[in-house]
């Protein structure tokens, strides 16, 4: 079907551009009759890949930034994008946001208490952990993850009490050594597998 849609608009047919819903707060007598509890508990079913995502310290910030993100995936090849989401209440974004660049770093299966660290709050995430920069941003790159990702922020969308943040991908690499080389940090029914 992709690929149908894909040939159909190299032809040079026209296409018809929808118009863009009207955005807007979400009132509380608008919202699902689900519980939150019960929607984290079923969609704890679903297992995600772990990844970390940094930025270098924008200017008048006194260090990188990071944080825990298992809502990471690729969006698009041509451009290459990728997006991930973050609460709103985040006190990490704003200071990504800020530097207006980033590094998705996909966690091994070996480093959950580093994502552990980079899951919690008011600490220094980057005391004792190895890193260089990406080389496009400048985004702090750690050593031993399964892959990298280096973006610029290309749009911020919203999404509910979330932040949907695409990244145009500048460069990106994956580890080759024995250490990089294995599996997959996951995460399902809230904890690592």
């Keep these: 079907m992709a690929a149908a849609a894909v040939r ?3 032809v040079g047919r026209p296409v018809e551009v929808l118009p863009r819903p009207e955005l807007r707060c979400v009132r509380e007598d608008e919202r699902a009759p689900v519980d939150p509890d019960e929607f984290r ?3 704890g079913n679903f297992a995600s890949g772990v990844t970390i995502v940094t ?5 008048g910030q006194s260090g990188p930034a990071g944080f825990a993100c298992q809502s990471f995936s690729s969006l698009s090849l041509d451009p290459p994008l990728v997006a991930f989401m973050v609460g709103r209440t985040s006190t990490t974004w704003p200071r990504i946001a800020h530097a207006g660049v980033f ?4 966690l091994s299966a070996g480093q959950g208490p580093l994502c552990r660290a980079f899951a919690r709050s008011g600490t220094d995430k980057f005391a004792g952990v190895e890193y260089d920069a990406a080389p496009v941003s400048g985004a702090p790159r750690l050593t031993g993850t399964l892959a990298w990702i280096d973006c610029a ?7 509910g009490d979330h932040l949907i943040v ?4 500048n460069a990106l690499g994956a580890g080759d050594d024995d250490a990089t080389a294995g599996q997959p940090l ?3 029914k809230g904890r690592f597998v």
């Excluded at 590094?103 to 996909?106: K, Q």
């Excluded at 695409?166 to 991908?169: E, I, K, L, S, T």
């Design 186 to 188: 996951l995460f399902h």
């Design 166 to 169: 695409v990244g145009r991908v």
């Design 103 to 106: 590094c998705v770093n996909v």
């Design 8 to 10: 159909y608009l190299k």
């Design 41 to 43: 508990r079923v969609l």
């Design 55 to 59: 930025a270098p310290a924008a200017e």
């Design 153 to 159: 922020i290309h749009a911020v969308h919203t999404g």
